[in-house]
Every structure is written in structure tokens, then in C-alpha cells.
């Protein structure tokens, strides 16, 4: 069994910043990308961020300059900062992890997501 649990959402003024974190839990061998992606009302889920193993970065148009994301290797954890929040980017967050884990013995590969966390911007 593997969990990706999100954390860190909430209500953030305009301007405002956050920090989203997801962990990621159970038979884990290996953790390749891990990623935020957001999904708005009435929207398709749509990428943020992602990060390999080896710290290389993507971004969304929508999300540079503004967004960073980073990982703990050690804690099977992925960040999420988020910097000069705007209504836009009020969405429920999705933390994604392409990920090994054993099961019987056996190595299976897999992608894994978060139930979500939401992200209110508002004033």
C-alpha cells in the first residue's frame, strides 16, 4: 500500500504565499517525478510543477517566477512554495508521485495521486 498525503491548503489574501507539502508513504522502493498538479472548478487538472529524483524542475507558464518546487529525498516528500498567490490560482492541488514500491516480493511501477488540498486566493 502507498499513500501520497497532501497538506498545507487554505485561504490566502491575493499577494499572499503558501506552502503545500505531500508525503509520500507504504512499500515504497523508488520515487522517480513527483509533481503538483490543480484542477478549478469546471477545469481539467492541469500541470504546476514537477521534479525528478535528481532535483531537474518544470514549471507551468502560470506558475514561473512565482511557484518553486523542491523534494526531500530521504522523507519521500515533495514542496510546493507558492508566491504572490492570485485568484487564478484558486484550485484543489494534487500531489503526483511516479513511484516503485514492492509488493510480494515483487517490484511494480506505478503512478500515484494525493486525494488533494484546496487553495482558496481571495480577498
Known amino acids: 500500500q502507498v499513500q501520497l498525503v497532501e497538506s498545507g491548503g487554505g485561504l490566502v489574501q491575493p499577494g499572499g504565499s503558501l506552502r503545500l507539502s505531500c508525503a509520500a508513504s507504504?512499500?515504497?522502493?523508488?520515487?522517480?517525478?513527483m509533481g503538483w498538479y490543480r484542477q478549478a472548478p469546471g477545469m481539467e487538472r492541469e500541470l504546476v510543477a514537477n521534479?525528478?529524483?535528481?532535483?531537474?524542475?518544470n514549471y507551468a507558464d502560470s506558475g514561473k517566477g512565482r511557484f518553486t518546487i523542491s523534494r526531500d529525498n530521504t522523507e519521500n516528500t515533495v514542496y510546493l512554495h507558492m508566491n504572490s498567490l492570485k485568484p487564478e490560482d484558486t484550485a484543489v492541488y494534487y500531489c503526483?508521485?511516479?513511484?516503485?514500491?514492492?509488493?510480494?516480493?515483487?517490484?511494480?511501477?506505478?503512478?500515484?495521486w494525493g486525494k488533494g488540498t484546496l487553495v482558496t486566493v481571495s480577498s
Open positions: 503526483n508521485a511516479d513511484l516503485v514500491y514492492v509488493n510480494l516480493n515483487q517490484l511494480n511501477g506505478m503512478d500515484y
Open positions: 507504504g512499500s515504497i522502493f523508488s520515487i522517480n517525478a
Open positions: 521534479i525528478t529524483s535528481g532535483g531537474m524542475t
